[in-house]
């Protein structure tokens, strides 16, 4: 396949979100992912700013769990990143104190010099976070400027100071974030419905092969009676092939555990061991717990599985995953999604991998992008709440046995956005691609 390298993709490395969304453009990048707070020759100045930035949030994301100091804590912080509510519909071009404070720092500095790194050769810049296009724009950036958004909705701090007469333009995830762009004052034509981007090798070109092939597998072993697939067998099998479940497992009823980059649901994650132990030990379940780069987190899952009598399961039923680096993490991710079955996480960008026919098993919700995650993904059907995870034994058996979680699968990969790193490369490059129109707003 031909890729086009022809635009700067550019990231920050804050939690997981937004490196994720610009991993999804890779084929796009020219010279890699350029990590703005981390990138080669970033001047000390401003390198301590941004790790300064990403260090009290995590401290405090990690507090939230925490009762009484935590949720005041995380309140504090978040009153200033809030998302309002739709209705009414309203002007809400004012710009927040959080967005007053962005512009401060960037007219300090902050980000002048990759703006001007980058102005040597201006190919469009992507970024999939605010501040580094904002500066883009404010130092004249010579080429396009693009941010991609990775919520189901945004605060005002996603638009620039004056968006009537910015001329950044935007990929936005769904269509609510479009809609809620115009109340910020961005201009229509500078609004692009694409979805979130997620990675080309989950998908499958359009016509999305490779989603296909592992929705057929998952939803034979999220429906071992075949409840689900009974009732809809028409449409799945037009939709996904006449061989449905008549093929050879290549995988066993697999859930995976997703820990955010802050580490914020790490007692959840020990609290599921528990309560999965037992079916782990009788082999009816394989369960991934995923660390990303956080090395004493894996220790710590190891230390909690070797206390639960779990040793001789590991690397069979359970699996501990730790990377060495975020690049290394997100490529493994990818392998170890096609052979997942149920993905357990907080609502953050994860909340968009149901389109891929994943469904979610949602842990509560960090912050008021994280809320609205959480009811767009109820809204189209991929995903639900958690119950008590000390007690997962029982409840998420009952919901496979009876079809639900293959209900879900189902729903997300109908109904939610998968191609939107294909229409980011449409735009970016010129060239149309036969995709479904998204719906402006679910």
Known sequence: MHRHKNAWVVSVNMGYGHERAAFGLEDLASGGIITANAYPGIPDTEREQWTQTRKIYETISRLQPLPVIGPLAFGAMDTF????DFYPRRDLSKPSYQLKEIYRQIRRGLGKHLVEKLSKRPLPFV????????????????????????????????????????????????????????????????????????????IGGPEASIIKKDLAARIC????????????????HDELGPALCKFKKKHSLTLTFSVG????????????????????????????LEAGTRKELADEFKLAAKKLGLSS???????????????????????????????????????????????????????SQEDFNKKWLETVGGGTPQLDPLLIGEWLFDWINSGGLARFAWNGYIEAPTHGSYRIESVLTGEHMDLTELPLIV
């Open 127 to 202: 970024s999939s976070f605010f501040i580094p296009a904002f500066a883009a724009e404010e130092y004249g950036y010579p080429g396009d400027i693009y941010i991609v958004t990775c919520d189901a909705d945004i605060s005002r701090a996603w638009a620039p100071l004056d968006p009537k007469k910015s001329r950044i333009k935007y990929f936005a995830s769904n269509g609510r974030v479009v809609e809620r762009l115009k109340l910020y004052g961005v201009r229509s034509e500078n609004i692009f419905l694409t979805g979130f981007p997620l990675p080309k090798k989950l």
């Open 313 to 367: 399961s590991l690397e069979t039923q359970l699996h501990i995953h730790y990377y060495p680096d975020r690049s290394t993490y997100f490529r493994a991710f990818i392998q170890t999604l096609r052979t997942t079955d149920i993905l357990w996480t907080k609502p953050s960008e994860l909340s968009f991998y149901t389109g891929i026919g994943m469904p979610i098993l949602m842990a509560p919700p960090i912050g």
């Open 261 to 288: 980059g802050a580490g914020a649901q790490k007692q959840i994650a020990f609290d599921a061991l528990k309560g999965l132990s037992k079916a782990i030990k009788e082999k009816r379940i394989t369960f991934n």
């Open 221 to 236: 072993n999220l429906d071992p009676n075949g409840i689900f697939i009974q009732k809809y067998q028409k449409i799945l």
């Open 81 to 84: 990143q809030r998302i309002p």
